[in-house]
């Protein structure tokens, strides 16, 4: 089994619309969560850190719930500057990093 | 400020020659990480430098991958007789030491560099 399980996608929305994604990870051990941000063929940057209490960054909201070991991440009011892959990192040690393969997501005019 | 750099960007090679790929980490990062990439896959862990410590090779996939860090700093990834399954995008991270995060546990952010894309013919 995956560490890290996404649905690839692609999620297909218009301008302004809300979207979520989901992520599971099989390991209770692990002990932080972020999600990333990947354009094509560009390196992953760090979107937002995943906080137990979940955490809001703007349009962006993300949370956890260990119980069930998973992830979400959503998306309101989208742009189309927000089409891109977005991979689900969880962190067991400290120089332990699982990725997810990702969530494409292309919002269309 | 400087990111991480990565060269070459891109690289063709034939099967069976070596290979190295080299990573400039931001100054003053002391981690350093490399992973692979594959088409439409998930980072794969290869080898995670810290400091002065001897480096995590657990994800290196086959004797034929080695990495090296010299002085704390710039770090070269070589792959010898090389594989067509090797073709990938090589990324490289870097990062400050370890922190607490809000959820528990230990992390530092990574910042990647731009990859090398390799390609064995």
């Known amino acids: 089994r995956k560490e890290v399980e996404q649905d690839p996608g692609p999620f297909n929305v218009p301008e302004g619309a809300t979207v979520a994604f989901n992520c599971t990870y099989s390991?209770?051990?692990?002990?932080?969560f972020f999600w990333y941000r990947q354009d094509c063929r560009k390196e992953p940057k760090l979107l937002m850190s995943?906080?137990?209490s979940g955490n809001e960054d703007g349009r962006f909201t993300a949370q956890l719930n260990r119980a069930s070991q998973y992830i979400s991440l959503l998306i309101r009011d989208s742009k189309l500057s927000d089409s891109a892959t977005y991979l689900c990192v969880v962190n067991r040690q400290f120089n332990k990093f699982y990725f997810g393969s990702g969530t494409k997501l292309n919002v269309k005019p | 400020g400087a990111g991480v750099s990565q060269s070459p960007s891109n690289k063709v090679t034939e099967k069976g020659k070596d290979v190295e790929l080299r990573c400039d980490p931001i100054?003053?990062?002391?981690?350093l990480y490399w992973y692979r990439q594959s088409l439409g896959q998930g980072l794969e862990f290869l080898i995670y430098?810290?400091?002065?410590?001897?480096?995590?090779k657990s994800g290196l996939p086959s004797d034929r991958f080695s990495a090296e860090r010299t002085g704390g700093s710039v770090s070269t990834l070589t792959i010898q007789r090389t594989q067509q399954e090797d073709s990938a995008v090589y990324l490289c991270a870097s990062s400050l030491p370890p922190k607490t995060g809000k959820s528990g546990g230990t992390y530092n952010e990574q910042f990647f560099g731009p990859g090398t894309r390799l390609t064995v013919l």
């Open positions: 100054s003053g990062h002391t981690a």
């Open positions: 390991n209770s051990a692990s002990q932080s």
């Open positions: 430098f810290q400091g002065n410590s001897a480096p995590d």
């Open positions: 995943v906080y137990s």
